[in-house]
């Protein structure tokens, strides 16, 4: 498939949305908006010459979204687009992108044979991805690599990623309105998308934890997501001031490998941590600290459901933690640390905070709203806006005074603020 170049596309667009428009005009209908849609009344349809110009210009804008996606951001917008997740899917389960020669073509065919698949069914996924522009078709029957293509070789971070939406988020979603219909309203973490498309009443974490492979390809998953340094841990430890307790102590609830108490602790010298998790995570945690680091950071085993073990520290931190939750859960989480705090102790939580709609740009805010759906279905958990992340002190305890949300420059994660005003 022969591919035009930007300013080709941005020639086709102009010419054809200009055609297109003039139709508009010259009946006196306004142009076509979200509001109003195109005005047009579907008995009567218009000129088929028209609508070819409305085709191009349509092709034409879909090819520059392409083309200035990149190849990374052609593969990365897949999660919109099934049917390429579907074909991807199919791709990296027989490895086909290892059977194609990096520079020269080869054939359905060869493919087929050397990978054991039905050659009919290797034709069709790969003509869907090639339709996308992941592999091309240099003649008919023929197959070779393009930029995106080559990204699904020995990339394991963004086939985790691509995998771990298409085999455990994606048929969440297909199933998510059934479970709003089935358990409407619920706040369980079994009673979701996940739950009747994987058909199980375990919570998604648990079912993924039985399955070694599975349960990799989850974290690899997390781990590519996060790579981007807007997902830095800097931007707490920069914008959060640790150092104001002094020598005092910080529980690092749900801190998994000590993955932030580690940095926290050597940028603010004196501070204390003790990194409580689940008793399967945090297991040797203590043998594993840098040497340095032994006699100021803890491993504790803790369930945060249950209440709080250490009592009277200066701050309790929840990083990437209460978004896994439904509101149900997190308000039992906050209140599970009320019998430990002192008064004055700070509750900090760094997580995403979703801006009022309207405040972030188009695409911005489309994919925090992807965000939130997913985990919707994945476990009726959720992203927050300012209001329900308020929400969620007051409904835990009218003693924690919310103390407002910061975004640091450049992060996706907000600094989140509660101080205890209890005895
Ligand atoms: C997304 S990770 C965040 C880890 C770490 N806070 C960070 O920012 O990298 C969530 C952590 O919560 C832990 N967790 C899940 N359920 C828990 C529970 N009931 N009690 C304690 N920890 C739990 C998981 O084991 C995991 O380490």
Redesign the pocket.
Known sequence: MASGSVSQYLLQLDENVKKYLEYFKSRGLPEPSYDAGDGLDPQQSPPIEILACRDAAVEAADELHHLLLGPLGLLLSSPGDQYLLLSMQYIYRYKIAHHVPKEQATTFENIARDCGLDIDDVRRFLRVAIARHVFKEPKVGSIAHTAASKLLLDNPLLEAWILNIAEEFWPSLTRMVDATATWPGSQEPNETGYSLSHNTNENP?DVIKKEPKRQEQFVNA?NYS?LHSSYS?DHLIDNFNFGSIGAGTIV??????G??SIPIARKYLQVKCIV???P??IVGLDSRLPEDLKDRISGMA?????PQPVKGADIY?????L??WSDKYCVK?LQALTPALKKGAMIVI?DICIPQPGQLGISADRSLRLMDISMKAFNNARERDPETWATLFSKADPRFQFKGITLPPEARMAIILAEWQGE
């Open positions: 974490f997390m996060h841990m690092d609830v749900g801190g998994s490998h993955q932030v409580q998790d689940l399967s995570t803790h369930d945060f459901l249950t931190l929840f990083r990437w933690i978004h896994d989480i760094n």
